[in-house]
C-alpha cells in the first residue's frame, strides 16, 4: 500500500488550484465581455485572448503531468455511476480546457480577426477566413463555455460532497500534500482517490 | 450530479448538504448576473441589436442588423508619411496597403430607399503587411446625435414604428430630443442634409476619437475623416430607389476614385469622449494619404460580406479613446457579425425570416 499515491503530487496541485481561479475567471470574462457594451467590453476582451493561451499551454503541461503521474485511484467503495461520473467528468474538463483556447483561436482566424495578443503582439491564424466556420465554431465556444461552467459546478458539487458528506479523503487529496500527515484516518478513507479533481 | 445521491452518512448532514449547495448556487447567479440574464433592463450588446433588428422590420437573413444595404469596395490606401509622425502604424508609411471597404445606409433595412436616409456610410478594412489590421467605420455627419450607448439605445426605442403608421411616433421622437440636448448639433445638420445623389462625393467621419501612438510611446488624440476629391453633386434622381450603386458603378467605370484621410490633432481639453462635439475648426489637421476604390461588387457575394468593421480591431500605433460609443460598438457588431453568420450557416434555431421575402443573404 505504500507504493501507491494517497494524495496528488505538488505540480499537480499547484496546476490545479491556478488553473482552476484562471478558468473560472476566463469563463466570467467570456460571459460578461459579450454582453457588456461598457468599456468592460474592451478591457475583458484584451484579457480574454491573453489568458485564454496561457490556459493552453497550462493545460498541455498539465496533461503531460497527469500522464507521466497517475493520479490516486478511485475509492473502492465509490459507487459504479458515481466513478463512471468521476471518470467522465475529469476527461471533460481536460477536453474542454485544452478545446476552447484553441477554437477561440481558430474562431477568431476564421472571422478574419487579428489574434492580438497586445496591441501590437499578434497570433498567426490557424485557420482560412470563412465566415461559415466562424459561425459554427464561435456557436460552439459559447455552448461549451456553459458546458464548462456547468462542468465546473458539478465538479465543486462533488469536491465538496466528497469533503463534507463522504468525508473520505477525496476532497484533501488536492488540498494537503502527503497524507502522512493525517495518520488517524481510517484504513479505507486513507485509500484517498481522485475523482472529483482532474489531476 | 453527485450532491443530488443519498448521503454516504444519513444522519445530520442538512448543514453540510447546504455548505454544499450554496456555494454551486452562488456561483451560477454570479454567473447568471455577469451574462445580464438577471437585470432585463441593463443594456447588454444583444438588446442593443434586438432594437435594430425590430426597427430594420425584424430579421432578414445574413444581413447587417444596422447599415443593411449597402455594396462592397476595394482598391488601396496610398499613404504619404505625413502621419508617420504621431502614428507608428505602417498604414501612414509611404506606399500601399490594400484595402476591402464597404457603403451603405444607416437602418437595419436591406431593400430601404436610397432617399430615405441622408447619411451614407463608409467603412474600410485596412491589410497591413505584418498582418495587422485597422478596421473603420465612417458616417457622412460630422456629429453623432447621441455620446453614450444608453442615449443611443433610448434613440431607437423612441424611433420604434407605429404598426398603425408604420412610421416612428413623433412625439416620442420630440420627447427623446427633449431628454437628450446633446443631439442639437446633430439635429442642426440633419435639418438642412440632403440625402446624396452619390456615395462618391460624401465626406465620411471617423466621429470617434482613437489616440494615434507614436515611435516614443506618446499619445495624440486624433479623430479623422475620409474628404472626397469628387464634388460634382448632383440632386437625387427621382422614382430610383437603388441609385447609389448604379451612380458607384458608373463612376468606377471612369476610373479610379479618391479621397484624402484628414487627420485632426485634439488640442488639450478637447473632448475625446464624446461625439456629439465637434471640435473647433483651426485644429491642425494632416493630410495622412489617399484612399484609391477602383471596384465594386455586390454585398451578397463580395469580400466585404464576411467582414466585421468593427472600429476597435486596431493596428499597432492606433489606439481606441475614452469614447464609450466604441466599446458598445465593438459589442454590438459582435453580436451583428455572429447572428448574420449563423444565418448564413443555416445553424439551428436560427434564419427564420420574419417576412415573405425570399430573398436570403447569399
Known sequence: MSTVRTTFSLPARALHWTMAALILAMLFIGAGMVATVSEKHQWLLAIHKPLGLAILLLAIVRLMIRLRNPPPPLLADLPALQKLAAHLSHWLLYALMIAMPLIGWAMLSAGGYPVMLTSSLRLPAILPENALVFAWLRTAHGMLAYLLFLTFLAHMGAALYHGLIRRDGVLRSMVRGNSSSTPSMAPDEDRVAGDTMPD | MH???????????????????????????????????????????GRLVDELQRNGGGVHPGYRRNH??????????????????????????????????????????????????????????????????????????????????????????????????????????????????????????????????????????????????????????????????????????????????SDLKQRLATGPQRWHLLVTLAAPGDPTDDATKVW??????????????????????????????????????????D?????????AYADSYLRRTREQAHIPGTAAPTHAQSEAAR
Open chain 2, 68 to 245: 443593411a444595404k449597402g455594396v462592397c469596395v476595394a482598391g488601396y490606401f496610398e499613404g504619404n508619411g505625413n502621419a508617420s509622425a504621431y502614428s507608428t502604424a505602417l498604414v501612414f508609411a509611404a506606399g500601399r496597403t490594400p484595402v476591402v471597404g464597404r457603403f451603405a445606409i444607416p437602418g437595419g433595412n436591406p431593400y430601404a430607399p436610397d432617399g430615405s436616409v441622408p447619411i451614407r456610410s463608409m467603412a474600410l478594412r485596412f491589410n497591413l503587411p505584418n498582418g495587422q489590421k485597422w478596421r473603420t467605420g465612417m458616417n457622412s455627419m460630422p456629429v453623432f446625435p447621441v455620446a453614450t450607448p444608453q442615449a443611443f439605445y433610448a434613440q431607437q426605442v423612441a424611433s420604434r414604428k407605429d404598426p398603425s403608421t408604420g412610421k416612428p411616433d413623433p412625439a416620442k421622437l420630440a420627447a427623446f430630443f427633449a431628454a437628450h440636448p446633446e443631439t442639437a448639433a446633430f439635429r442642426a445638420w440633419a435639418k438642412t442634409a440632403k440625402p446624396s445623389a452619390s456615395f462618391v462625393t460624401d465626406s465620411y467621419y471617423g466621429l470617434d476619437a482613437f489616440y494615434f501612438v507614436d515611435a516614443q510611446g506618446e499619445r495624440h488624440a486624433v479623430r479623422w475623416r475620409m474628404a472626397p476629391e469628387a464634388t460634382d453633386t448632383n440632386p437625387a434622381p427621382a422614382g430610383d430607389h437603388n441609385y447609389l450603386v
Open chain 2, 280 to 321: 473647433p475648426a483651426d485644429r491642425t489637421t494632416i493630410d495622412a494619404g489617399t484612399l484609391v476604390l477602383t471596384g465594386e461588387q455586390a454585398q451578397d457575394s463580395g469580400p466585404c460580406r464576411d467582414i466585421n468593421y468593427d472600429p476597435t480591431v486596431l493596428p499597432a500605433g492606433i489606439a481606441i479613446s
Open chain 2, 323 to 331: 469614447d464609450p460609443l466604441l466599446p458598445a460598438r465593438s459589442a
Open chain 2, 3 to 45: 450532491d443530488s445521491r443519498p448521503p454516504a452518512r444519513p444522519t445530520g448532514n442538512g448543514v453540510r448538504w447546504a455548505l454544499i449547495a450554496a456555494p454551486v448556487a452562488a456561483a451560477g447567479l454570479a454567473f447568471a448576473y455577469v451574462g445580464g440574464w438577471l437585470t432585463p433592463h441593463r443594456l447588454t450588446a
